[in-house]
Nanobody, 125 residues
Framework: QVQLVESGGGLVQAGGSLRLSCVASRPAIEHSFMAWFRQSPGKEREFVAAITWPGVQTYYADSVNGRFTISRDNAKNTMYLQMNSLKPEDTAVYYC??????????????????WGQGTQVTVSS
């Protein structure tokens, strides 16, 4: 069974930083395009950032570009999301996702093969 497990969420003041991690079982991460999504109460799930295999190309939502950085350590089967200059509107449950392909043209869609259980990020004003 493929598993993705997120961690690193928590409560932080506006302007602060958090680093999320997503640890994957090997079949999920090898040659996999991976991404972060988030969902706030009452809102639809939205794309945050994505990274190709093995990690050359990255993509960001306009709302986080310049503040968030996605990366991956393939030797550790782990993807990261470094979040800086956090804002209250970044409050959400953050999910990692993986596709079975190394590239994904429609990376902002929710069409991924594997999903984690989510980690809560709360930014206070």
């Amino acid at each position: 069974q493929v598993q993705l497990v997120e961690s690193g969420g928590g409560l932080v003041q506006a302007g602060g930083s958090l680093r999320l991690s997503c640890v994957a079982s090997r079949p999920a991460i090898e040659h996999s395009f991976m991404a972060w999504f988030r969902q706030s109460p009452g809102k639809e799930r939205e794309f945050v950032a994505a990274i190709t295999w093995p990690g050359v190309q990255t993509y960001y939502a306009d709302s986080v570009n310049g503040r968030f950085t996605i990366s991956r350590d393939n030797a550790k089967n782990t993807m990261y999301l470094q979040m800086n200059s956090l804002k209250p509107e970044d409050t959400a449950v953050y999910y990692c996702a993986a596709a079975r392909t190394p590239v994904k043209i429609d990376y902002s869609s929710g069409d991924y093969n594997y999903w984690g259980q989510g980690t809560q990020v709360t930014v206070s004003s």
